[in-house]
């Protein structure tokens, strides 16, 4: 195995700790973000007009996550300067699908000698030894991994998405239900299979009128928004 792989955390484990430099000061992760929703994501590098786009969407989305208690993280190789000179370039040179004068407030991380990287997987030597992946890490107020999605160097993120998902996780811990393909926020949910056949007859006999079965293992119902 190369020196630059490293085994990624997968769904289920507790996000690797680290501290770091960043372009809001110091972090010790995820002790300063306990309680918080997070997403941590890298990017190839500085001054990258795909990059840029994503780093401009984040940023102008981050009050929409607030909302959702979460916060944003994000990392690539390059040095904090770099990161302080590209971020101010953002502000004051990139208009972008009407977005200008975007400040960038969430921390960067500073990633020299690709420790953190190296410790999240998002080095993938098949793709770049120098240049970390576009790797999404959803992690949970406990630290846990909750949700992983890595996309090529070539490819910017949907960032609606990574919200949507942050949105339906949260829906899935409170109400204890899962979400269909394509869900949004107010649409239907599933409802956990039946645990024995009577309560299996029952969903299918329509004794619960909350819930709406398409058969005895796949029912639906309305869920309230979460706050």
């Known amino acids: 195995m190369s020196s630059l792989e490293n085994r990624m955390p997968l769904i289920g484990d507790r996000a690797p700790s680290f501290r770091a430099?960043?372009?809001q000061g110091e972090i010790d992760f995820p002790k300063d973000y306990e309680g918080s929703w997070v997403v941590f994501f890298s990017h190839p590098a500085d001054f990258t007009p795909v990059c840029t786009t994503e780093f401009m969407t984040f940023a102008s989305m981050q009050e929409a996550f607030a909302k959702r208690n979460c916060k944003l993280l994000g990392l690539s190789i390059d040095s904090l300067y770099a990161h302080i000179a590209w971020?101010?370039?953002?502000?004051?040179?990139?208009?972008?699908?009407?977005?200008?004068?975007?400040?960038?407030?969430?921390p960067v991380i500073e990633d020299l000698k690709m420790e953190v990287a190296?410790?999240?997987?998002m080095?993938?030597?098949?793709?770049?030894?120098t240049q970390a992946v576009?790797?999404?890490?959803?992690?949970?107020?406990?630290?846990?991994?909750r949700a992983i999605l890595y996309y090529p160097l070539s490819n910017g993120r949907n960032v609606d998405e990574i919200l949507r998902l942050v949105i339906a996780l949260q829906t899935s811990d409170a109400h204890g239900v899962a979400t269909p393909a394509n869900w949004q926020p107010g649409e239907d949910v599933i409802v956990p299979p039946p645990g024995s056949c009577g309560v299996a007859r029952a969903r299918v006999e329509g004794?619960?009128?909350?819930?709406?079965?398409?058969?005895?293992?796949?029912c639906l119902k309305k869920c309230p928004p979460i706050s």
Do not use: H
Request: charged share 30%.
């Open 87 to 106: 971020l101010r370039t953002i502000k004051e040179k990139i208009v972008f699908k009407g977005m200008k004068n975007v400040e960038v407030t969430f």
């Open 21 to 23: 430099k960043t372009t």
């Open 207 to 218: 004794k619960d009128p909350e819930v709406k079965c398409l058969d005895w293992f796949m």
């Open 134 to 145: 576009r790797a999404v890490f959803l992690i949970d107020p406990k630290g846990i991994v």
């Open 123 to 129: 080095l993938q030597p098949g793709a770049s030894t």
């Open 118 to 121: 190296r410790a999240y997987g």
